[in-house]
């Protein structure tokens, strides 16, 4: 590798850094590794459901997902040339195939299938090259502390590869214009060939994505963990300040050409050596120096205003509070130097004020259930214009709801006469018992809050057939009769409401 045509900063990195690195080369070459992927899997992919198809059996997809690391090894070749300024094309790859590929994958595919740092030790055989002795040795150095963490990111790779997998099939489900039986019991037992294939499709989209993000992330704790052990920052560092303390051709003739005068004198030319020295001492101090090589740490600790009281006045109680919580504070940050470290007192201070929010929410709701909410002062609520959907403003509403009615009755629209049966009610009941509704309210919530604010008033009592009668024409398309409505509806004028002006 020529670690000069590198195009990432090689730097000593946390894990999880490094990870990100990887991240962030799957965003730059996205489209050619998910190419990459598909023209190799494609093809096998499509062959095996076939046969599973024909099989009714998951068996033959299952091989595919055993194949997995023989997947992977064309991704690793590209990414490891594409680092160092080379993309291969597919015919390169094809072409080499067995160079990159069968190192190592006989292993992978037997007693090493299930290790979860697969990524990481992929790149052992397929970019080292190691045989024999030599993988367990390198596996020995390279795996140890402090932890690469690719054991994690092979866990979280596959949790999200499974919750994108689940979601894109209930996307699928969700959008497909005919019904399929979810049932649990189906989806295990008796699964049809074409729920089959709809899952298997849905699982291989998303290793569409998360087998180019896997192998990178892999191939980023790769290269971290050699950076770690064999200083290639500092290779590259040295190698920069030499370069640029190499004399081009110009500089070189005019040395020449002063050594050549004889009226130079030798201590000239041993300060200017002895300068150049300092200079290139100087230069790699300032390298060793920056951050990659000395990292500092930064700590905010906090201390009480006026710690020592020279009057010796005692303090109140709660400068004695805020002083022990702060000196608590500092000493576990002090003593816990991880990251994300935060102080156990503030967590019980956050969880005790939690605790205490939330029985102060229930004694409210409790109270308010119970009727100890005190008097409170009549809202003037305001009738809402649209009731599941139905429009019960006044101006909306027949003159003679009786001539409406059995119009609608006499063209056999049993629907159409509920539906003016209930606007009208709700219309009138809303004016002359006004209660809270939110937007959306559908007419068994204005039952029940009218049922709950008003009692048993004679419009009330009415008004439940009316909607029961509603729910089963509307939504059961179970139509109820026409002298049904006709009872209704004289059920409802035998109710005397205070007359309300159309408006």
């Given at each position: 590798m020529e670690l000069e045509k590198a195009s990432a900063r090689l730097a000593p990195r946390s894990p999880w850094q490094a990870v990100d690195l990887g991240t962030q080369m799957f965003r730059r070459w996205a489209w050619p590794t998910v190419r990459i992927w598909l023209a190799f899997t494609l093809l096998p992919f499509v062959l095996l459901l076939a046969y599973a198809s024909m099989l009714e059996s998951w068996w033959p997809l299952v091989l595919f997902w055993w194949f997995k690391p023989m997947w992977e090894r064309p991704?690793?070749?590209?990414?490891?040339?594409?680092?160092?300024?080379?993309?291969?094309?597919?015919?390169?790859?094809?072409k080499r195939w067995k160079q990159y590929a069968l190192p190592g994958l006989f292993a992978q595919l037997t007693w090493r299938r299930?290790?979860?740092?697969?990524?990481?030790?992929?790149?052992?055989?397929?970019?080292?090259?190691?045989?024999?002795?030599?993988?367990?040795q390198r596996h020995q150095v390279l795996h140890r502390a402090p932890s690469n963490r690719a054991g994690m990111l092979t866990l979280v790779l596959f949790h999200i590869e499974q919750f994108m997998g689940y979601g894109l099939l209930a996307l699928f489900y969700t959008l497909v214009p005919w019904q399929f039986n979810l049932e649990l019991s189906d989806w295990f037992f008796e699964q049809s060939v074409l729920q089959t294939a709809i899952a298997s499709s849905c699982l291989y989209l998303v290793l569409c994505i998360t087998e180019p993000l896997y192998v990178a992330c892999g191939f980023a704790l790769y290269l971290n963990k050699r950076t770690w052990l064999e200083g290639w920052d500092l290779q590259l560092g040295l190698t920069r300040i030499g370069k640029r303390r190499k004399p081009n051709g110009i500089a070189?003739?005019?040395?020449?050409?002063?050594?050549a005068l004889p009226f130079s004198e030798p201590a000239t030319a041993v300060d200017?050596?002895?300068?150049?020295?300092?200079?290139?001492?100087?230069?790699?101090?300032?390298?060793?120096?920056?951050?990659?090589?000395?990292?500092?740490?930064?700590?905010?600790?906090?201390?009480?205003?006026?710690?020592d009281n020279d009057e010796g006045e005692e303090a109140s109680w709660w400068e004695a509070f805020w002083k022990a919580f702060f000196d608590r504070a500092n000493d576990n940050t002090s003593t816990n130097s991880k990251p994300f470290s935060i102080p156990d007192n503030l967590i019980w201070a956050v969880f005790w004020a939690l605790f205490a929010g939330i029985v102060l929410w229930l004694l409210m709701k409790v109270a308010s259930q119970v009727g100890f909410t005190g008097r409170t002062r009549k809202q003037n609520h305001v009738i809402p214009t649209h009731v599941a959907g139905l429009d019960i403003r006044q101006q909306?509403?027949?003159?003679?709801?009786?001539?409406?009615?059995?119009?609608?009755?006499?063209?056999?629209?049993?629907?159409?006469?509920?539906?003016?049966?209930?606007?009208?009610?709700?219309?009138?009941?809303?004016?002359?018992?006004?209660?809270a509704l939110a937007a959306g309210?559908?007419?068994?919530?204005?039952?029940?809050?009218?049922?709950?604010?008003?009692?048993?008033a004679p419009g009330i009592e009415v008004l439940q057939p009316v909607v029961n009668a509603w729910v089963r024409?509307?939504?059961?398309?179970?139509?109820?009769?026409?002298?049904?409505?006709?009872?209704?509806?004289?059920q409802w004028q035998a109710v005397r409401f205070v007359e309300v002006p159309n408006g």
């Open positions: 991704l690793l070749a590209w990414y490891s040339h594409a680092l160092f300024a080379e993309e291969l094309t597919l015919k390169t790859l094809f299930l290790s979860p740092s697969r990524s990481f030790n992929t790149a052992i055989w397929q970019l080292e090259g190691a045989r024999g002795d030599q993988v367990s070189a003739a005019l040395l020449i050409g002063m050594l200017h050596r002895v300068e150049d020295m300092h200079a290139e001492q100087q230069q790699i101090i300032e390298l060793l120096a920056g951050e990659d090589y000395m990292p500092f740490e930064t700590r905010t600790q906090r201390e009480w205003k006026d710690q909306s509403l027949p003159d003679d709801i009786n001539a409406a009615v059995e119009n609608a009755l006499h063209d056999t629209d049993i629907r159409t006469a509920m539906s003016l049966l209930l606007r009208v009610s709700l219309a009138t009941l809303l004016r002359e018992y006004p209660v309210s559908t007419e068994q919530h204005c039952l029940r809050t009218l049922q709950r604010q008003h009692g048993k024409t509307a939504w059961a398309h179970r139509p109820v009769s026409a002298d049904e409505v006709r009872e209704l509806l004289a």
